[in-house]
């Protein structure tokens, strides 16, 4: 029992050091403190205080998702939607987005399909690093629309692409 307790020790004081040298928890970082950084809520880390857990507010706050939409989303250059074919009938809203013609209309969105993982959104920076993970199982094709259209930086206007590739 001993040796868990210097581990769990071990693995906070080190998210610390990474969270001061890199400025925030990534998704591995909160997996490993047992937080899903993609489905938390920053409310949900207010509640830790009711169950005497206030030592785990300020790690939990470093991997929650503000509750109320800002109007100035974070933009990504890039998005890879990630769904295994097999696990469509679970997911029939994702498989319809999937096989409509709705990705086309996001040229920085790639499908990937990824055997026996359930439907996620990895979202990229330039660089195509990912900055980013959200989990899409409960979304309906409307929802993964709206997103793309809110998280996804436009290409150019289709009047600007036709006069760059039309330059001499």
Known sequence: MGTAVLYITFVFFTLIYVKKSAGEFSTEDCASLGFIKANLLCSSCDQLKDFS????????KECCHNDDSAPNEKKYARAILEVCTCKFPSYPQIQAF????????FPNLQIKYVRGLDPII???????????????????????????????????????????????
Do not use: M
């Open 53 to 60: 857990l206030d030592q785990l507010v300020n790690h939990c």
């Open 98 to 105: 999937v096989k409509s013609d709705r990705p086309a209309k």
């Open 122 to 168: 990895k979202l990229l920076d330039k660089d195509g690093i990912v900055r980013d993970t959200v989990a899409i199982e409960k979304w309906n094709t409307d929802s993964v629309e709206e997103f793309l259209n809110t998280h996804l930086e436009k290409e150019e206007d289709e009047d600007r692409s036709y006069l760059k590739t039309n330059q001499i």
